[in-house]
């Protein structure tokens, strides 16, 4: 389990690494990522190295392409990411919505304790968040629409620090987890379709600030 857990932080730190040289230009797009330079560069291992491309593929920040192997790809740019996240809040609120009949008991408690869990403030918030959001969708019923938000969540994850959020950051969408449970269980559409809303918005500011960061330029 400890050797586990040392590869999963040495692929996360290998990802991180790896996405904020693309960000910042220092891999320019259409850069071939070389697993002995990267290695060098890096002072990680190939596999963890391997696990950080195949993530930053997910991502789109990076395509494999065959014969060729990993080049860096375009990142979204400021107005495709507004454009992303409105799309998003539209999606997203109505599947939740398209949710609110097919919710069973055992989805509401595992709602509930996903937000106790995000509560305690874990380094994989991110990934709870993810978990909640999904549990959600999926009781829409609707899955190739639910793929359509994932692919849309995954355009723009290069540009978020997925599993360092800020403390402050933490708190403030534990209590939007909090209200959009609650308009779930209220069964009611438009609390249900506000709470998303504000939620998904809360998602954006941080993408404009780690954007920001990032690139060393404003985001508007």
Known sequence: MADENKSSMKSLQAYEKIRDMILSGAKLPGTRLVLSELEAELGIGRGPIREALMRLDRSGIVKNVPYKGAIVATPPSRKE??????????????????????????DIQKLEELIALMDTLPLNHYELDRQFHKIICDASKLPHLCDIAQALVQSVESVLNIYRREKMHCIKFNKEHRAILDALKSKNPDKVKKT???????GLEIIKDTYSKLL?????
């Open 196 to 202: 998303f809303e504000i939620n998904i918005k809360s």
């Open 81 to 106: 990411i507004l454009h992303i996240y409105d799309l998003r809040v539209d999606l997203e609120a109505k599947l939740a919505v398209e949710a609110i009949d097919n919710l069973t008991d055992e």
């Open 216 to 220: 060393k330029v404003p985001f508007e």
